[in-house]
DNA sequence: GTTGTTATCTAACGATTGTTATTTTATCTC
DNA sequence: GAGATAAAATAACAATCGTTAGATAACAAC
C-alpha cells in the first residue's frame, strides 16, 4: 500500500489560492505553490495535469468567494446599494482577486470574467423588483448606473491609487443613487417605471443621514 | 570608423511600442523587439541599459498618444463629453496602451498610472470653468462624475467583454451629464454652484438631438 | 520484518527570459 | 586597398518557467 495522502487535492487549490491572494494569479507557478504547501512539485501534477488546471480551479474559488460578498450585500436593507458596497469591500480586502476576475479579457479566465457581474444581476433585479416593485427593465437600468460608477471605484482601489477617501465614495454613491432616482422620472425619453421611488429615497436619505452602519 | 547606426534610439522606442500595441507591455522582450525591427537584441543594449529603461519610454510614449486623444476631446463643442468620448475612442483604439496607463498598479508603470487622469482633470476643469462659468469645486465634481462612468465603460471595453453597445454608451453618457446637471441644483446638500446650468442641458440635449457627430 | 504499492521528493529536461562576451562587418582614414 | 573603429549579429550565459523520469519512502497486508 501507498502512503497515506499528504496533499489533499482540495489543499492544493487552497495553496494556489493563497498565492493568488497576495502576488496575483500570475505568480501561481508549480514552485511557488510547492513552497506555500511545504513540499515539492510532484503531488501538483498528480491531481491536475497541468498548472493552467490548476489555475482554472483558482478562478472558481474566486468566484465562489465574490458570491458571498454580493450575497451579503443583498440580505441588507438596501439591496442595490447593499452589492455596490459589498462590490467595494470585495475589491479592498481581494484586490488580486478582483484583478483576476473583472480586469482579465474572457480568454484568460475560464468562464469569462463578467459572469460574476451577469449574476450579481440576476440577483439585483430579483430584489429591486420584489422591495420596490419594479419592472425587470429598470431595475437593469437602475442596477447598470449604480454599478457603473461602483465598477470605476473599485477598479480605482486594486490599481492602488484611488483619489478618493472612502467617504467620498460612499458619498458619491448615494449621489448617484438618488440622482438616478430623480432622473428616471423626470427626465423625458427615459423608461418610465411604476415603481416606488419615495421608498428608495427614503432608504438613501434615511441611510445616510445615519452615518455609516452595515459591517 | 564604424558602420553607420541602422537603429536609432527612436526607432527602438517605436518597435517596441508596436509590440505593446498589439500584445500588451508583458509582451515587450528583448528578442520581440528585435524582430519588430528586423534585427538582432544588440541595437537594444547598446542604447538602453535593461529592457526596463525601454519600457519606461515606452510608458511615455503611450502617454503622449493618449494626450492627443484628450486635447482632441476638449477642442470639442462640449469638452467635459467630448474628453469622456475620446476616452472611450481611446480604449477602443489602443486597448493595450489603455491597460498599461489605467489598469496597473502605480508602482508598475513608470510616472503612476493615474497621472494621465489628473491630467485630463486639470484640462477639464479649465474648460469647464471658462465655457459654463463653474468655479474649479462644481468642474471637478462635474468631470469626476461623468468621468467615473466613462473609466467603467472605458475598462469593459478593454475586457473585451463590454455588454454594452455604443449606442447604450453614449445614451448613458447623456443621461448621466443631464442627471448631474438636475442633481447638483436639485438636491439639498450638495455643491451648489453657480454655473450656467441651462447651456449645458442645452448643449447635451441638441447634441443627443444631432445624433452622432465628431469623428 | 518483509514486500508491494504509490505518494512524494529530487533532479533534471527543454523552452524562454534578460543580459553579455565574442565575432562579424561595414565604414572612414590613410 | 589596408587598417582601425564601433555597430550589429551571433551565440552563449545564468535564471526561471512547466513538466517529467527516476529515486525515495511511507504504509498496509502478510
Known amino acids: 500500500m501507498p502512503p497515506r495522502i499528504r496533499f489533499q487535492k482540495e489543499e492544493i487549490v487552497e495553496a494556489a489560492l493563497n ?25 501538483i501534477f498528480t491531481w491536475f495535469g497541468s498548472m493552467d488546471e490548476l489555475k482554472a480551479e483558482v478562478c472558481g474559488r474566486a468566484r465562489e468567494i465574490y458570491r458571498t460578498y454580493v450575497e451579503r450585500g443583498l440580505a441588507g436593507p438596501i439591496p442595490f446599494l447593499g452589492v455596490g458596497q459589498q462590490y467595494l469591500r470585495f475589491a479592498r480586502e481581494e484586490p488580486e482577486l478582483y484583478r483576476l476576475l473583472f480586469l482579465r479579457r474572457p480568454d484568460q479566465v475560464s ?67 438618488l440622482s438616478v432616482c430623480k432622473a428616471y422620472k423626470e427626465i423625458p425619453g427615459l423608461p418610465e417605471g411604476s415603481y416606488d421611488r419615495d421608498a428608495i429615497f427614503r432608504d438613501l436619505v434615511g441611510r445616510q443621514a445615519d452615518g455609516k452602519s452595515e459591517g
Chains 1, 2 share one sequence.
Do not use: H
Not at 498565492?19 to 503531488?43: Q, T
Open 19 to 43: 498565492v493568488a491572494r497576495r502576488k496575483g494569479i500570475d505568480a501561481v507557478k508549480a514552485r511557488e505553490v510547492a513552497a506555500e504547501l511545504g513540499g515539492s512539485v510532484g503531488p
Open 111 to 177: 468562464g469569462g470574467a463578467m459572469e460574476a457581474l451577469r449574476f450579481s444581476q440576476d440577483l439585483a433585479r430579483e430584489s429591486l423588483m420584489r422591495i420596490y416593485r419594479m419592472d425587470g427593465k429598470t431595475a437593469d437600468c437602475y442596477f447598470r448606473d449604480l454599478w457603473l460608477v461602483v465598477f470605476s471605484f473599485a477598479t480605482l482601489i486594486v490599481t492602488d491609487d484611488c483619489p478618493y477617501t472612502e467617504e467620498e465614495m460612499s458619498a458619491v454613491l448615494t449621489e448617484v443613487s
